[in-house]
């Protein structure tokens, strides 16, 4: 199996994705974010593939952007202008603050290919500079606006992979590993230790395995509003279909229907919590137990005793007697979130389905309001 940092981050965001773009190969179109970025990465890269350790005026620098310009992608003439001035823009603050600096990179644009649990990985790393009084840092650009929370890189997927990949090929471990946001010029830098290399093996032997196996199930996810496979998604193609002429009209009243009395049981609960309140405080202050209707039917007000056992000390009193494994259970809703969650082994997840006493599979029906998201 051949896979790369691209793949594998697709899969784990949504496996019906990886299906549709890696197995099924279905066309994508460019877009305006995808030909910006793209063309910063053509420019950044002609501006370190120097033979000499000079860097090019920032002029130059403007007209290897122009030379190397992607057009694909743009609705029209004035929104590639707008773009193309702002990668004017970002390549004068990166000359400004690189060009005092320049050093010919120990790599550049390198493409490699390594092997990780039985499955051929590639990918490209964008730079590595030596760094002054030894050793390593890969630096990968981003051209995302917003800069992630740094437990966010310390995870990231693509520079444990450049990790392992120079550790493989070149026979170092880069001290650092560095993601240059671009658009805000700031690096985000983080490591990485043999312990991260172990959890990128698990990470990769578990999508192998996950795909080998045929489990392409949608997962809902944020980047779902922009994904360009929702005609062909179970979770979305249902929509599709009816723009093109309703398939089943009298099922679609039957959705309504229960959409409506899905909105009355919404309003309903949040009126009762709001009369439980008004009651209790009603109750506290007079010292009330009970409330009569007109009809006369009652509330009463039961105490309630929430605890949570304190399960060391439960333990020592019970095993002595041989009954602790009495009264351990597990709980069934974290149990089916980690095998939804999508990130155990095939196997794993079988013998865990296999384990449970159900010999059925049911589904729960919930309602995502339209009117609501807008909100």
Not at 107 to 120: C, K, P, T, Y
Not at 206 to 212: F, G, K, M, N, P
Not at 294 to 318: C, K, M, Y
Request: charge should be negative; aromatic fraction near 10%; hydrophobic fraction near 35%.
């Amino acid at each position: 199996m051949k896979l790369s940092y691209s793949s594998i981050s697709t899969y784990e965001t949504c496996p019906a994705k990886y299906r549709f773009q890696y197995e099924e190969r279905l066309p994508t179109a460019s877009s305006p974010a995808l030909a910006f970025g793209d063309s910063l990465h053509r420019a950044l890269h002609r501006f370190h593939d120097r033979p000499v350790p000079v860097p090019p005026a920032l002029e130059e620098l403007h007209e290897i952007l122009e030379s190397e310009w992607v057009s694909d992608g743009y609705r029209d003439a004035d929104e590639e202008a707008l773009y193309l001035d702002h990668a004017r823009q970002v390549l004068a603050s990166y000359h400004r603050e690189n060009a005092p600096r320049f050093a010919i990179p120990a790599a550049l644009e390198f493409r490699f290919r390594v092997e990780i649990e039985g499955v051929e990985l590639n990918g490209v790393i964008d730079r590595m500079d030596r760094i002054p009084g030894g050793g390593y840092e890969i630096i990968d650009y981003k051209t995302s606006r917003r800069l992630p929370p740094q437990a966010i890189v310390d995870r990231d997927l693509q520079l444990s992979l450049y990790y392992f990949a120079a550790k493989e090929i070149w026979g170092i471990e880069p001290e650092r590993l560095t993601l240059y946001f671009l658009l805000p010029g700031q690096r985000m830098t983080t490591f990485r230790t043999t312990a991260d290399t172990e959890e990128l093996r698990r990470r990769v032997a578990t999508v192998a395995e996950r795909i080998a196996a045929g489990k392409f199930e949608p997962r809902q996810n944020p980047l779902c509003d922009w994904c360009e496979f929702q005609p062909r998604c179970p979770l979305y193609r249902h929509r599709y279909e009816k723009l093109e002429g309703d398939p089943a009209p009298k099922m679609t009243e039957i959705v309504d229907e229960w959409i409506g009395l899905k909105r009355q049981d919404w309003e309903t609960y949040r009126r009762l919590e709001d009369l439980k309140s008004l009651i209790n405080a009603f109750c506290e202050e007079h010292g009330y137990r009970r409330l009569f209707g007109t009809d006369g039917s009652a509330i009463d007000r039961r105490p309630q005793h929430v605890t949570a056992p304190d399960v060391e000390r439960i333990r020592t009193i019970l095993e002595p007697l041989g009954l602790w494994e009495r009264v351990q259970t597990v709980d069934p809703k974290a149990l089916s979130e980690l095998i939804e969650s999508r990130k155990l082994p095939p196997a794993v997840e079988d013998a865990l389905l296999s384990s449970r006493e159900e010999v059925r599979t049911q589904y729960a029906l919930y309602l995502k309001d339209a009117a609501r998201s807008r909100r």
